[in-house]
């Protein structure tokens, strides 16, 4: 079963940097492609990252790229979302997920994921 923790979550200025890590409890980790969204208020909850099982391939939303890095640790089993530069904007609480299964291109829509952290706040003060 894939259970998920974030953290890493908190205040940063504006420009700033936090790194955010999402830790597989459960004990199956290698296979999965590993996902993070946001939510801010009032918005419906949005794609940021993904990775896919063996990390090599990597998406990104366009309001992200250049700006986030997703990457993961087998041994760990934990995938991590280092965010440089951040704005405003970037408040929300982001989650991570995987999907059921093994997939074969890089899912970024939400309902393709089953699995969902509960969530770490980051907020940004301009």
């Known amino acids: 079963q894939v259970q998920l923790v974030e953290s890493g979550g908190g205040l940063a200025q504006a420009g700033g940097s936090l790194r955010l890590s999402c830790a597989n409890s459960g004990p199956t980790f290698s296979g999965f492609t590993m996902g993070w969204f946001r939510q801010a208020p009032g918005k419906e909850r949005e794609f940021v990252a993904a990775?896919?099982?063996?990390?090599?391939?990597?998406l990104y939303a366009d309001s992200v790229k250049g700006r986030f890095t997703i990457s993961r640790d087998h041994a760990r089993k934990t995938v991590y979302l280092q965010m440089n530069t951040l704005t405003a904007e970037d408040t929300a609480v982001y989650y991570c997920?995987?999907?059921?299964?093994?997939?074969?291109?890089?899912?970024?829509?939400?309902?393709?994921?089953?699995?969902w952290g509960q969530g770490t706040q980051v907020t940004v003060s301009s």
């Open positions: 997920a995987a999907p059921d299964g093994h997939m074969i291109v890089i899912p970024k829509m939400s309902h393709e994921y089953t699995y």
């Open positions: 990775i896919n099982w063996a990390g090599l391939g990597t």
